[in-house]
């Protein structure tokens, strides 16, 4: 876990652009964003189809390299890594929650969770017992032996949280991480990522284009033609109640 | 992979999901090793088949006696046939003589044959009978199964003694029946049986070795082969001191010959020095034309195999582009996705090497059983086809596997 005093910033980017050559044209996916996400934070990320908060996210999870500006993970500039640096921080640092859960079907929840362990250094012996956890953890222990293709959706995304928590990550993001739940299934889904946030101090960034699920986070990042054209800190709840609440943890 | 245990670790799960991917498409991995299965398959049989052919070399020549040298009368043209053959031997007894003085032999025999009746009581029996010296069981490397070979003094006398073989031992006596001491009549001249040979078994080419009576060639030379002129023999046979003086010990039997023969320089010998690993060559060299259609079938076959587990390894990372996309995100580094498909390459091939193994070891049983072929296993090249499978199941997976190592995460996680 960070070891995240409050107001320790986890992500701090400046300038950080993504451009797409498209055949002659250029795509500006991402403009100019320049934002700091503070450890402990819950923050969502709201805009129209096509505005850029993917391409943010994928920026942020160190899965894609920014064309120009800087991002700093835990103060340290990666936005230049090479794959190998990158891949080993997505690994130890980052839990990602997709929209199509993107859970090996035929593979039991067990070891859809252990996944990221095979790529990290705990002794095999270890991993076992971690990944129950982390099934634990979601409220799923009961399905550890079953495979994906025989649970529902909420189910799955259960799985895919408890993948993403499961190597202990300082930041988790969910990309539209209920696109693809009915609206009760997607309820529950967020109640669950707003509680482990408060409970374990984990950074939490969620693209979402629900606004109750926005409301439900402590600050809202809103997207248009690749810029970020509105931060609204939810402020009562912001810093102290986090804090609070991971002191009680 | 990272530094320490976690090597051993990402091998273990990497194998782990190999097999499982396997497993998975049990039919197309089965079709995908066919073409490994039938080059190790190939391999071995040619290895066994060759390997038997040498064996038998070996034992020819280690049965018909170490470091032989044979003479025989007249020359061997270009073609391999025997020219003077037939017309009165050119080979005589102060030949052999002669020969007994050349220092690289260690001793030197002679022999006149002719295949006659043997009778004992009312059995008879047809065989061949060779009139020998005394050296010749030396020279021959035979012992006697039971009584003894006949000695310098009976060939001094002409005594009419004889050695029988097994063959005609069998033939003439019954069961429990000792032939030693008994007499029996060849060309109606009764001889004393001193002993019998012990079994040889079949020449190399195909002759019963044991079908045969030894008596001294003076005593054949008179009272049995009258044909012919006194002090000619058929055949010499001279044996060398070793296995290495082979090649000097035949030059320099050319070299007394010729003087003996008076054939001057450019003039052609009128006699053959052979060795008998030049007369086990033909043997040889059939089951060599054998051995290379097998190398060249396991070659294509390996080849084939080896395209065949690419091409199923490329379909394989095309189908699971997403998987690997998701393996890349939560932190597989390319090197970890190429181990992981270069494993499965060599899982694999090394399961179809695996399966040639069995499968060419039950070929080898059936070549040596149906084919009648001489067969020998060497365990050591059992092991070295397995692993040649997974090279070659390395080699060929390499460039899939790399493929794979190079996807982008993004692109790789958003394919249909
Ligand atoms: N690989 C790509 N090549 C070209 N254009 C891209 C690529 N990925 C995204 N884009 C473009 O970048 C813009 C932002 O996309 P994205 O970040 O996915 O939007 P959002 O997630 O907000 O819907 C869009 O116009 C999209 O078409
Ligand atoms: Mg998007």
Redesign the interface.
């Known amino acids: 876990m960070a070891a995240a005093a409050g107001g320790a910033p986890l992500i701090e980017t400046v300038g950080l652009a993504r451009r797409y050559a498209l055949g002659d044209a250029t795509v500006h996916a991402l403009v100019d964003a320049t934002l700091r996400i503070d450890a402990g934070e819950l923050v969502a990320i709201v805009g129209p189809s096509g505005s850029g908060k993917s391409t943010l996210m994928n920026l942020l999870g160190c899965l894609d390299r920014p064309t120009a500006g800087v991002y700093r993970l835990d103060g340290r500039e990666v936005g230049g890594l090479d794959g190998d640096a990158r891949a080993e921080i997505r690994n130890r640092r980052i839990g990602f929650v997709f929209q199509s859960f993107n859970l090996l079907a035929r593979t039991t929840a067990l070891e859809n969770v252990e996944l990221p362990l095979y790529y990290g250094p705990l002794p095999l012996a270890e991993q076992r017992p971690r990944a129950e956890a982390a099934l634990a953890r979601v409220g799923i222990a009961h399905r550890a032996h079953h495979v994906p293709s025989r649970m529902s959706g909420g189910e799955q995304q259960r799985v895919a949280i408890a993948r993403a928590l499961v190597g202990d990550p300082a930041l988790v993001l969910a990309d539209e991480p209920t696109g693809n739940l009915d609206s009760r299934t997607s309820g529950e889904i967020m109640t669950m990522l707003v509680e482990l946030n408060r409970a374990t101090g984990v950074t939490m960034v969620i693209v979402t284009h629900d606004p109750e699920v926005a409301a439900a986070t402590d600050r809202v990042l809103e997207f248009r033609d690749g810029r970020i054209v509105a931060d609204t800190p939810a402020a009562p709840r912001h810093g102290a109640r986090t804090r609070a609440t991971r002191a009680e943890a | 992979m990272?530094a320490g245990?976690?090597g051993a670790?990402?091998l273990?799960?990497t194998a782990r999901t190999a097999a499982r991917a396997l497993r998975?498409n049990r039919l197309r991995s089965g079709l995908t090793m066919l073409g490994m299965i039938i080059g190790v398959a190939s391999v071995i049989a040619m290895v066994s088949v060759g390997a038997g052919a040498d064996r038998f070399v070996q034992q020819q020549l280690a049965s018909f006696g170490t470091n032989i040298v044979m003479v025989i009368p007249g020359a061997v043209t270009s073609g391999g046939a025997r020219s003077g053959w037939g017309g009165a031997s050119t080979l005589t007894v102060a030949d052999a003589d002669a020969l007994a003085r050349v220092p690289e032999l260690a001793a030197v025999t002679y022999s006149r044959r002719q295949v006659l009746q043997v009778i004992y009581g009312s059995a008879n029996w047809s065989t061949v009978v060779q009139g020998v010296t005394d050296e010749f069981e030396r020279v021959r490397d035979w012992q006697v199964a039971s009584g003894g070979f006949f000695g310098e003094r009976h060939e001094k006398s002409g005594a009419k003694v004889a050695v029988l073989g097994q063959t005609v031992a069998r033939h003439l006596f019954g069961p429990g029946q000792d032939p030693v001491g008994a007499i029996v009549r060849i060309k109606n001249v009764p001889f004393k049986v001193i002993g019998v040979l012990a079994a040889k078994g079949q020449s190399s080419w195909g002759q019963d070795q044991d079908d045969v009576v030894m008596i001294p060639f003076s005593t054949a030379e008179r009272r049995v082969m009258g044909a012919g002129i006194l002090g000619t023999v058929e055949m010499i046979y001279a044996s060398a001191r070793t296995t290495a003086d082979l090649p000097v010990a035949a030059d320099a039997i050319a070299t007394v010959l010729r003087q003996q023969h008076h054939i001057g320089h450019g003039q052609e010998d009128d006699f053959t020095v052979r060795t008998l690993e030049d007369m086990t060559g033909a043997s040889a060299a059939a089951s060599e034309v054998m051995g290379n259609l097998l190398l060249a079938i396991a070659s294509i076959s390996l080849l084939v195999g080896g395209i065949g587990i690419m091409n199923i390894l490329l379909v394989s990372v095309t189908e699971r582009t997403?998987?690997i996309?998701?393996?890349?995100?939560?932190?597989?580094?390319?090197?970890?996705i190429l181990l992981q498909f270069l494993t499965e390459a060599a899982v694999l091939s090394m399961t179809g090497g695996l399966v040639g193994v069995a499968t060419g070891l039950a070929a080898t049983h059936l070549i040596g059983r149906l084919a009648q072929w001489p067969t020998a296993l060497e365990p050591a090249s059992l092991a070295a086809s397995f692993l040649f499978s997974g090279v070659v199941g390395i080699f060929f997976g390499y460039y899939p596997a790399y493929k794979a190592s190079r996807l982008d995460?993004?692109e790789a996680?958003r394919w249909e």
């Open positions: 990272s245990p976690g670790k990402l273990v799960m998975r997403r998987e996309g998701l393996r890349m995100a939560v932190g597989a580094k390319a090197r970890h995460p993004i996680l």
